[in-house]
T-cell receptor, first 113, second 113 residues
Framework: GAGVSQTPSNKVTEKGKYVELRCDPI?????LYWYRQSLGQGPEFLIY????????DSGLPNDRFFAVRPEGSVSTLKIQRTERGDSAVYLC???????????FGSGTRLTVV | DAKTTQPPSMDCAEGRAANLPCNHS???????VYWYRQIHSQGPQYIIH???NNETNEMASLIITEDRKSSTLILPHATLRDTAVYYC??????????????FGKGTHLIIQP
């Protein structure tokens, strides 16, 4: 597709469960970012990939959060032992090189009950 | 923390120019000014960015003061579809890195019919 695609668009999970959120970036974009947005707040940076490697994971809140991008394209954000406080919209963005404009997906709304 | 200050909300009449201010008094020499907007329930959308010269594209104009401590985003003929939260972000640019975007709370622009 032409834009950044995120699946699923909505995910409801029980506290303590494991979830995976997927991001398909724009074809050819080497940079990929994950953000988290809580209600009424601006997006919060989580992690940045350049190619296959995580160039900056300083925004990950704790070790329950992990992300991979094994082939330098699709990325998966993984959350273990989910907590109610993890409920948020998780946004993915990609950029051609990392500089300049980032293009965002519509996000995955995660609800932990 | 965001390095920018924006008014929390603004109104503008449809068809008029919307001028959104942003203060970034601690901006560094290698930092660019970026503007994104977020329409309800969508991911952020890139609008424009600049270093020190004024910039214009099909969406908006960006006016940066000579001392670079503030800027104004101008939507020349606002429509109802421009109602959104507008984020002003400073970010290291060319060659400096491709770090994640640090969003503040932005300005909620409401276009009145």
């Amino acid at each position: 597709g032409a834009g950044v695609s995120q699946t699923p668009s909505n995910k409801v999970t029980e506290k303590g469960k494991y979830v995976e959120l997927r991001c398909d970036p724009i074809s050819g974009h080497t940079a990929l970012y994950w953000y988290r947005q809580s209600l009424g707040q601006g997006p919060e940076f989580l992690i940045y990939f350049q190619g296959t490697g995580a160039a900056d994971d300083s925004g990950l809140p704790n070790d329950r959060f992990f992300a991979v991008r094994p082939e330098g394209s699709v990325s998966t954000l993984k959350i273990q032992r989910t907590e109610r406080g993890d409920s948020a919209v998780y946004l993915c963005a990609s950029s051609l090189t990392g500089e300049g404009a980032s293009f965002f997906g519509s996000g995955t709304r995660l609800t932990v009950v | 923390d965001a390095k920018t200050t924006q008014p929390p909300s603004m109104d503008c009449a449809e068809g008029r120019a919307a001028n959104l201010p942003c203060n970034h008094s601690t901006i560094s020499g290698n930092e660019y000014v970026y503007w994104y907007r977020q329409i309800h329930s969508q991911g952020p959308q890139y609008i424009i960015h600049g270093l020190k010269n004024n910039e214009t594209n099909e969406m908006a104009s960006l006016i940066i003061t000579e001392d670079r401590k503030s800027s104004t985003l101008i939507l020349p003929h606002a429509t109802l579809r421009d109602t959104a939260v507008y984020y002003c972000i400073v970010r290291v640019g060319s060659g400096g890195g491709a770090d994640g975007l640090t969003f503040g709370k932005g300005t909620h622009l409401i276009i009145q019919p």
